[in-house]
């Protein structure tokens, strides 16, 4: 059974770096068959798929083209996890920000997600 | 992009009786070189992470009560609960798999 623990600051500065963690357990970041993303969900956006990394003999990435300047999602083999870095971040990226586990595209399982709020 | 959207936007039933949500996709999501619909159905409580519950359109994730079904095919898909329990009382989410991004309709809301 696989678990996802997400980390990082729930405050970031306008223009500054959002920058988050997801730690993996049960399963391997560099599995062959999973991908590993990011979701974000706010009221005013509602469910937003940012993008994601996975292994097929080498590592891939897709990026939502809203975010696709600013987005960043990397693998750390070393620790089982992945990260998501968002640049340039405004009050418009406050959410509730998920990690989540698809197995080929089909998302099936989500961490507990974290709120990150954008604000001075 | 693929836009996906969800009617109604929120739906009461009383218990016992079906719940039906609809979904529609932008274009189709319906890949034909292996037959498969490339569409999702999310469960989402309050303070929760979503859950899936169907994926392929109509294939029930492990778990999930056989009271759930999906159906539809290329750009139009319902979720069905055939007899409504308490425990439904969600937000309920259609996304598409088909190529990023995997964009989600805007959700609808379960009531009793």
């Known amino acids: 059974q696989v678990q996802l623990q997400q980390s990082g600051p729930g405050l970031v500065k306008p223009s500054q770096t959002l920058s988050l963690t997801c730690a993996i357990s049960?399963?391997?970041?560099?599995?062959?068959?999973?991908?590993w993303n990011w979701i974000r969900q706010s009221p005013s956006r509602g469910l937003e798929w940012l993008g994601r990394t996975y292994y097929r003999s080498k590592w891939y990435n897709d990026y939502a083209v809203s975010v696709k300047s600013r987005i960043t999602v990397n693998p750390d083999t070393s620790k089982n996890q992945f990260s998501l870095h968002l640049s340039s971040v405004t009050p418009e990226d406050t959410a509730v920000y998920y990690c989540?586990?698809?197995?080929?595209?089909?998302?099936?399982?989500f961490g507990q997600g974290a709120l990150v709020t954008v604000s001075s | 992009d693929i836009v996906m959207t969800q009617s109604p936007d929120s739906l009461a039933v009383s218990l016992g009786e079906r719940a039906t949500i609809n979904c529609k996709s932008s274009?189709?999501?319906?890949?034909?070189?292996?037959?498969?619909?490339?569409l999702a159905w999310y469960q989402q409580k309050p303070g929760q992470p979503p859950k899936l519950l169907i994926y392929w359109a109509s294939t029930r994730e492990s778990g999930v009560p056989d009271r759930f079904s999906g159906s539809g095919s290329a750009t139009d898909f319902t979720l069905t609960i055939s007899t409504l329990q308490a425990e439904d009382v969600a937000i309920y989410y259609c996304q598409h798999y088909y190529t990023p991004p995997y964009n989600f309709g805007q959700g609808t809301k379960l009531e009793i």
């Open positions: 274009q189709s999501v319906f890949y034909s070189s292996n037959n498969k619909t490339y």
């Open positions: 049960g399963d391997s970041v560099s599995s062959n068959s999973a991908a």
């Open positions: 989540a586990k698809s197995r080929g595209s089909i998302i099936d399982y």
